[in-house]
């Protein structure tokens, strides 16, 4: 099925574990982001992708890595799990965010999203 | 630092009902996002727009550039159509608004 794959669904932590969102599209989109919810601050740009090899920060990077190896898959890291990280995450890819690239594909799609609990 | 507003932060209507939701942003763009989140979570991207209007069955989105302001209508509201709407504003990296979140009465 087309779309946008995120695992896992849930996931609690202890302080100073890390771990990995795996985020995977069959769509060939070339646009790949991350994103958390928190309550009363709305989606947050954590880092996002343009294309296979490019990656860059968005609105609250610290703490996450992410990389881009291969355009299906934009897998965000946690490298020692805070928690001022529990949240919702989202992943969403689209073919461009910017409606000056013209595609039929530039609408974007969200995963199922995956709640973290850093105890 | 590109702020995003949107109005109302709720909305309650009753079935049938017209609904106006609306965003504002503070600097130039090239494109803005209407999302639908449901009450399970799940996000769905509504319309990508950067001038004039969109419609979509009962959803209408319309953005005003040199207003830096958008509004999302839904006609003939429904039940179903209760969810958080949330605006996103593209000038060169995705901002949101904290969205709206709308209960349609039967």
């Known amino acids: 099925n087309a779309g946008v794959t995120q695992t896992p669904k849930f996931q609690v932590l202890k302080t100073g574990q890390s771990m990995t969102l795996q985020c995977a599209q069959d769509m060939n989109h070339e646009y790949m982001s991350w994103y958390r919810q928190d309550p009363g601050m709305g989606l947050r740009l954590i880092h996002y992708?343009?294309?296979?090899?490019?990656?860059d920060q968005g609105e609250v990077p610290n703490g996450y890595n992410v990389s881009r190896s291969t355009t299906e898959d934009f897998p965000l890291r946690l490298l020692s799990a805070a928690p001022s990280q529990t949240s919702v995450y989202f992943c969403?890819?689209?073919?461009?965010?910017?409606?000056?690239?013209?595609?039929?594909?530039?609408?974007?799609?969200f995963g199922a999203g995956s709640r973290l609990t850093v105890l | 630092k590109n702020e995003v507003e949107q109005s109302p932060q709720n909305l309650t209507a009753q079935e049938g009902e017209f609904i106006t939701i609306n965003c504002s942003y503070s600097v130039g763009i090239s494109a803005l996002h209407w999302l639908q989140q449901h009450p399970g979570g799940g996000i769905v991207s509504l319309f990508m727009?950067?001038?004039g209007k969109k419609k979509h069955g009962r959803l209408i989105a319309t953005i005003n550039i040199q207003e830096k302001h958008s509004s999302l209508h839904i006609t003939a509201s429904h039940p179903r159509d209760s969810a958080v709407y949330i605006c996103?504003?593209?000038?060169?990296?995705?901002?949101f608004g904290k969205g709206t979140k709308l209960t349609v009465n039967p």
């Open positions: 996103a504003v593209y000038p060169e990296k995705l901002v």
């Open positions: 969403a890819s689209s073919y461009s965010v910017d409606i000056r690239v013209v595609s039929g594909a530039n609408v974007l799609t």
């Open positions: 992708s343009v294309g296979a090899g490019i990656t």
């Open positions: 727009l950067s001038s």
